[in-house]
């Protein structure tokens, strides 16, 4: 069994965890493991604070309310915070910027904050045009076998291979 101080699980056994953690959402919440609903959910409840006719909104609304809505935003709550504390038990804190990342960009400090902001964004519209995010589609749809989630899994590798492939290439 591993500690929490080891620099890295299994992924064997952290994707079995991760498995099993569908059956009590499935049970109790009727929902599947996902993050990027959660950003909606928090996004239409400030908007709602702002203006409460938001919940005319068919799409807004249904993020509001309900234990599905909120578990997703307590499990990326969650993630984040055991991230943190995972490299800070591990000992595994890296600081700077890995050469490889730093020799394809060239940005200073300001332009990699700027860059992954606006990936980041790019990444959570995809998700939601695609109804559901990499745990969403890659955990649970696979999970349940669903061919689109199948087919949003390889679109995602293709996407992401040839993204390396552009921004890595070799430096003659």
């Known amino acids: 069994m ?3 101080t080891d620099k890295a699980w299994s992924p064997y056994l952290a994707g079995a965890l991760i498995g099993l953690l569908q059956i009590p ?5 009727g929902t599947a493991l996902g993050a990027s609903s959660s950003f909606v959910t928090a996004g239409a409840s400030l908007a709602e604070f702002l203006d409460p006719g938001i919940r005319g909104i068919r799409y807004a609304a249904a993020h509001l309310d309900g234990a599905k809505n909120w578990w997703q935003v307590a499990l990326v709550i969650g993630v984040a915070i055991g991230a943190f504390a995972s490299s800070r ?26 860059m992954a902001f606006a990936a980041g964004f790019l990444m959570l519209l995809g998700a939601r045009i695609a109804d559901g995010c990499t745990s969403g589609h890659g955990l649970s749809g696979m999970a349940q076998l669903s061919l689109g989630s199948f087919a949003a899994v390889a679109a995602m590798f293709a996407g992401g291979i040839l993204t390396a492939t552009l921004l890595f290439r070799p430096v003659r």
């Open 2 to 4: 591993p500690r929490l």
């Open 25 to 29: 959402a499935f049970l109790f919440l």
């Open 89 to 114: 038990l591990s000992g595994a804190v890296r600081r700077g910027v890995a050469p490889v990342w730093q020799r394809a960009t060239g940005l200073g400090r300001g332009g990699r904050f700027a």
